[in-house]
């Protein structure tokens, strides 16, 4: 009868001591996603392999990222379509076609190295 008893008070110690290990892990692996500062982001493997550490580009350095500020500088640099037909207009999409160039030429220089 004692030893019964015995036998569930290791059985629950053990349970317990399984949890609080597998809930460790959990908040070891939420704080390794959450607070890098190195842009790595920790996926879990297959059965039997380790956790895998993959660099995530940050919103900046992808193509959406930078095409969006691009999109938004040229909103506040462009100027205002001219409304009168006259030589304004070919000179307005001469200096959009020239802001674009300038646009495309800092977008690949400044294109990160992966």
């Given amino acids: 009868m ?12 053990e349970k317990m001591r399984l ?3 597998h809930e460790l892990k959990l908040k070891q692996l939420e704080t390794s996603r959450v607070g890098s ?3 790595e982001e920790v996926i879990e493997g297959e ?3 380790g956790p895998l550490r993959v660099r995530v580009p940050k919103w900046e350095e992808t193509l959406a990222g930078r095409t969006k500020l691009s999109r938004d500088t040229l909103r506040h640099v462009l100027p205002k379509m001219p409304t009168d037909v006259g030589h ?9 076609e020239h802001l674009f160039d300038i646009y495309m030429r800092c977008l690949l220089t400044s294109a990160p190295n992966y």
């Avoid at 004692?2 to 110690?13: G, I, Q, T, V």
């Avoid at 304004?88 to 959009?96: D, L, T, W």
Wanted: a negative charge; glycine letters at 6%; hydrophobic letters at 25%.
């Fill in 2 to 13: 004692e030893r019964d008893k015995d036998r569930d008070r290791a059985a629950e110690m």
């Fill in 19 to 21: 949890d609080m290990e």
């Fill in 47 to 49: 059965a039997g392999e």
């Fill in 88 to 96: 304004q207009i070919p000179q307005y999409f001469e200096n959009v």
């Fill in 37 to 39: 500062d190195n842009g």
